[in-house]
């Protein structure tokens, strides 16, 4: 409707002819020229920009696209008008003096537009598509992360319940007791990015309690997060334990201590450093990188690692969500 207007304006302003009046059908017969001239011209070039597009698309080939846009345009519409033009001189039965130029100028300018639009919709496209897959890419990342956290004391652990059983039943019983509820806390927070840090420390009540049954004084862990607010990483305080008891002797002569506190916005673990020549335990491939990668994912703030005569963690604390 629009281009057919169009072509009535242009021939009422004598674009199209310079002899016709409004009420002759002479008039009508060039209004309809001038209207199906544009409706090839934006129809015919907006199906071979899409056609373009989909052969060389603008993201990947942005020069190729355009200047092959740019030229296909111009020979389209040459040769669309000469069509047309020809058509409605054999049934007119005259020599139609049509403004080819104008008429290619105003196509190169709509041409212009249609392929700035339609750049510009291919590259926000892009954009939002980009942010997606790095969001699914960071996601499947850390869910990656997360599946590698397995409680790798079990075998201890079963070791320990085995003398205990014989030792003494109550304890057996709480001992299981307390094992059953680190393995329901890593069930139950497996889905889950962040926990209460009062869940957190609930549960490494259990783990610890799991420990000193198999290491009894020759393991010291001091907590004092008692006023602390905020979020934390599942299973993370637990690793690092796992990890200092791991590569540092833990004997009655060289006893461990564990120190776990808040200092600013951080949660500190530290421990001595009294490395051991031959560890006893294979290594999982859990450490250290993992929890910093959790964290990045988790918050702006990284974790700050310091190794002198001590080794040091610091893990930011999350704020409480709302």
């Known amino acids: 409707m629009i281009l057919a ?26 209004a309809s020229l001038n209207a199906l ?7 015919g070039n907006s199906y071979l920009a899409d056609a373009i597009s989909w052969k060389l698309p603008w993201i990947k080939y942005p020069m190729q696209r355009f200047t092959v846009g740019l030229m296909v ?22 020599t139609i003096n049509y403004s080819t130029g104008y008429s290619i100028l105003i196509t190169i300018i709509i041409s212009l537009f249609m392929h700035g639009r339609a750049f510009l919709i291919n590259w926000r496209q892009a954009a939002v598509d980009a942010e997606r897959l790095q969001k699914e890419n960071i996601a499947a990342q850390y869910q990656s992360l997360k599946s590698q956290i397995n ?12 003398n205990v059983v014989y030792e003494d039943q109550d304890k057996a019983a709480t001992f299981i007791k307390k094992l059953s509820e680190v393995y329901r806390y890593v069930l139950d927070t497996r889905d889950r990015e962040v926990v209460p840090l009062e869940e957190e420390l609930k549960f490494l009540s259990s ?5 000193k049954i198999r290491f009894a004084e020759k393991l010291q862990l001091n907590i004092q997060l008692d006023d ?18 791991k590569h540092n002797i833990v004997s009655e002569e060289n006893p461990l201590t564990i120190r776990i506190y808040a200092d600013d916005k951080f949660i500190v673990v530290e421990n001595p450093i009294q490395k051991r020549l031959v560890s006893g ?3 999982t491939g859990i450490g250290l990188e993992n929890i910093c990668k959790r964290y990045e994912f988790l918050s702006s703030t990284k974790v700050e690692i310091i190794q002198n005569e001590k080794f040091i963690v610091k893990l930011p604390i999350i704020p409480v969500q709302a």
């Open 5 to 30: 207007l169009l072509g009535i304006a242009m021939a009422w302003t004598g674009l199209g002819c310079h002899r016709c009046e409004f009420n002759s059908p002479f008039f009508w017969k060039m």
């Open 37 to 43: 001239m544009w409706v090839a011209l934006w129809k």
């Open 73 to 94: 345009t111009i020979l389209y519409s040459l040769g669309i008008m000469y069509c047309i033009i020809a058509l409605y001189s054999w049934w007119l039965n005259i």
């Open 151 to 162: 409680p790798h004391f079990l075998f201890n652990t079963l070791n320990v319940l085995t």
């Open 207 to 211: 783990y610890i309690y799991l420990q």
């Open 228 to 245: 602390v607010k905020g979020m934390a990483a599942p299973l993370v305080l637990q690793m690092l334990i796992e990890n200092a008891i």
């Open 281 to 283: 335990e294979e290594s």
